[in-house]
């Protein structure tokens, strides 16, 4: 190879090397968004339980309250 050529390959290497750091970095953030929405995931369907047993209890609690309205 003549010198010319050496350097757009050695310019060329770099660059494809950049770039395969940049989609590394990608990916790890791709991994780290997927734990952050499993998390949010969990958090929600605990939010959800939570709800449902508030419902249940005010539900309760306004049953028991209207029976002792009628006694």
Known sequence: MNEQTEIKQELLTRRLL?????????EQSLVKLQ???????????????DKNL?????KQ????????ANK
């Open 54 to 58: 508030i419902n249940k209890d005010v």
């Open 18 to 26: 950049r770039i395969a750091e940049r989609l590394d970095r990608i």
């Open 35 to 49: 734990l952050l929405n499993k998390h949010t995931q969990l958090i929600l369907n605990n939010i959800m339980v």
């Open 61 to 68: 609690l306004s049953d028991h309250l209207i029976d002792n």
